[in-house]
């Protein structure tokens, strides 16, 4: 009878165990193949998983993981493209600069050089700004925000002759808890990139849905097609427009889609309804009163 007790005991040890086991030995090849370089590896996580929270960071953690792999890749190439290009012709500005005697072209040569410099200046803190927003100790000063009167104040900043911007409202209470000056920071980039894709008409709604506010921002622009849609919220990956125009260095939405993920949101990108280019619908949790 003890051992009868004692085996009856066991088995049930393994029974309990064996799921355990099995999860480990899972949670194991997955990081073992993720340190391999397989980045895309994650674990199908249950309910009833003994281990169920490290599972979910362990998938959380390789997400952030190839995200900041893939952010180094673009940035990357983005500083060995867009620096190369004014370092070229600064070199070769200076090249000429030297045998130009004519004071007139002199001066010409040397605002050329200016402008090169900018560029590269201009380049940097787009960089920097960037990683600013990669930081662990990042201290968000979180506060009700009256989404209205924020939209408004963006707006007017950016209104001009040759750009019509048009809002409409229709949420009785559209106030979400976030940081001021960087859903500030959010919604300016959001309206710049319609600006600069656009032709002179972007509409602007504020809506409410359940436990969300929804700002939707649309131009009349060529739309954003599908394949791209997910790349143009990556670092230093532009539009076809602004490449041509050499406007900016491609951080505007990146921005965006990293101020909205720290406020638990997200952004969705669209064919407009209404006009003929995109919309970029910012999703964000709506503070209950």
Known sequence: LTLSFYVFLILLFLIWAFPLMKQLSSLRKAAKAFGGGKLDQRITSNSISYIRDIEIEFNNMATRIKNLVS?????????????????????????????????????????????????????????????RLDQHTLILNRQPIELFLLIEQCIKKKQSDKVKISFKCTAQYAVTVADH??????????????????????????????????????????????????????????????????????????????????????????????????????????NKQ
């Open 181 to 286: 000056s960087y859903l500030k920071m959010a919604l300016n980039n959001i309206l710049q990139n319609a600006i600069n894709y656009g032709e002179g008409i972007v509409n602007v709604t504020l809506d409410e849905d359940h436990n969300l506010v929804i700002i939707r921002v649309s131009d009349n622009g060529k739309g954003v097609p599908e394949n791209l849609r997910d790349q143009i919220v990556k670092p230093f990956v532009r539009g076809t427009k602004l490449e041509s125009q050499n406007k900016g260095h491609g951080v505007g939405l990146a921005i965006v889609n990293r101020v909205i993920e720290w406020h638990n949101g997200h952004l969705d990108i669209s064919d407009s309804t209404e006009l003929s280019g995109a919309t970029f619908t910012m999703y964000l949790p709506k």
């Open 71 to 131: 952010d180094v890749q673009l940035l990357s190439t983005a500083v060995s493209h867009d620096l190369r290009t004014p370092l070229a012709r600064i070199r070769f500005g200076l090249d000429t600069l030297e045998e130009v005697n004519d004071d007139t072209l002199r001066v010409k040569l040397q605002i050329k050089l200016s402008e090169d410099v900018d560029e590269m200046t201009s380049l940097v803190e787009s960089l920097l700004n960037y990683a």
